[in-house]
């Protein structure tokens, strides 16, 4: 619309400044918030660039210490089953009276703590009795820990994952948070 300023009073000329003012007063908040968006937008992606990079040195320290408990776990297997085959050699070929070994021990006192439960079930346990075994005395344990114990027992990973939710469906295992499992306490 074309709008020749000789035929307009001065209070329509003081108007139509006031319009043209606000207009342009509203694209220059237009432009503001379009370049601090863009802003934003540029400090969004560094924070994301910079989360992932620590993510990925996080990821590979954690991979790292994972072999190295991998390693040390594997180390102190062979070390424990040389020192059990060279006692079951030693004791095998001795007799009792030969060995210097202490006296069985007394009926233990009333009131003194039970005896832990042997923590290694047979072999022919199932999965779901070598687990609630595991557990027994602890205030939980890990999923990865559980996995490393049952492999050591011959027990394998697929089946360990059928027996722990079947515990849990069953209500005799309660997760605590992701990965971690515990006994359900009886009231």
């Given at each position: 619309?074309?709008?020749?300023?000789?035929?307009?009073?001065?209070?329509?000329?003081?108007?139509?400044?006031?319009?043209k003012?606000?207009?342009?007063?509203?694209?220059?908040?237009?432009?503001?918030?379009?370049?601090?968006?863009?802003?934003?937008?540029?400090?969004?992606?560094?924070?994301?660039?910079?989360?992932?990079?620590?993510?990925?040195?996080?990821?590979?320290?954690?991979?790292?210490?994972?072999?190295?408990?991998?390693?040390?776990?594997?180390?102190?297997?062979?070390?424990?089953?040389?020192?059990?085959?060279?006692?079951?050699?030693?004791?095998?070929?001795?007799?009792?009276?030969?060995?210097?070994?202490?006296?069985?021990?007394?009926?233990?006192?009333?009131?003194a703590?039970?005896?832990?439960?042997?923590?290694?079930?047979?072999?022919s346990?199932?999965?779901?009795?070598?687990?609630?075994?595991?557990?027994?005395?602890?205030?939980?344990?890990?999923?990865?820990?559980?996995?490393?114990?049952?492999?050591?027992?011959?027990?394998?990973?697929?089946?360990?994952?059928?027996?722990?939710?079947?515990?849990?469906?069953?209500?005799?295992v309660?997760?605590?948070?992701?990965?971690?499992?515990?006994?359900?306490?009886?009231?």
């Open positions: 619309m074309l709008v020749n300023l000789n035929e307009l009073s001065a209070s329509e000329l003081l108007e139509l400044a006031k319009k003012q606000q207009e342009e007063q509203e694209s220059a908040r237009r432009s503001a918030k379009v370049a601090r968006l863009a802003q934003l937008r540029k400090k969004r992606e560094q924070l994301l660039a910079d989360q992932e990079r620590a993510l990925l040195i996080l990821d590979k320290e954690l991979q790292s210490l994972q072999q190295r408990r991998t390693q040390l776990v594997t180390s102190h297997q062979t070390a424990l089953a040389a020192l059990d085959k060279e006692m079951a050699e030693v004791s095998a070929g001795a007799r009792a009276s030969e060995m210097d070994v202490p006296a069985p021990a007394a009926e233990p006192a009333v009131g703590p039970e005896p832990q439960p042997e923590t290694r079930p047979a072999p346990v199932d999965p779901a009795a070598a687990i609630l075994n595991l557990l027994k005395g602890r205030v939980d344990m890990s999923d990865s820990l559980l996995r490393e114990r049952l492999r050591g027992l011959g027990i394998d990973a697929g089946r360990f994952a059928k027996a722990i939710a079947q515990l849990v469906r069953e209500g005799k309660v997760s605590k948070g992701a990965g971690n499992y515990a006994l359900k306490k009886r009231l």
